[in-house]
């Protein structure tokens, strides 16, 4: 059974850390990526790993302050837009639709989310 688990997150002030865990169960996958949903917003891709060559990309909103690796999203120098819930997803993929451009219609498997509040 597959289960993604996740962890981490709280309040922070701008400027501070935080990090996030996704312990994954069940099976290898190839394309782990953070989605975060800021309140009113759709669910949007943030960062990706491509587990066969350890490749990562970002989006630009948060490229330069987070960093993910195979289990932790690492988020510094945090901003209140960075405000939202964010989910660890999962699916088995090629290396070219392991993408930040992916949906999250892509991603069979869900964390279950956890909110991340940064105050000014």
């Known amino acids: 059974q597959v289960q993604l688990v996740q962890s981490g997150g709280g309040s922070a002030q701008a400027g501070g850390s935080l990090r996030l865990s996704c312990a994954i169960s069940?099976?290898?996958?190839?394309?782990i990526t953070w989605f975060r949903q800021q309140p009113g917003k759709g669910r949007g891709a943030i960062a990706i790993?491509?587990s066969g060559d350890l490749s990562t990309d970002y989006a630009d909103s948060v490229k330069g302050r987070f960093i993910m690796s195979r289990e932790y999203l690492q988020m510094n120098n945090l901003k209140p837009e960075d405000t939202a819930m964010y989910y660890c997803a999962a699916k088995s993929s090629t290396w070219e639709r392991c993408s930040i451009d992916s949906g999250e219609e892509d991603y069979p498997y869900w964390g279950q989310g956890t909110q991340v509040t940064v105050g000014p």
């Open positions: 069940g099976y290898k996958f190839n394309c």
């Open positions: 790993r491509r």
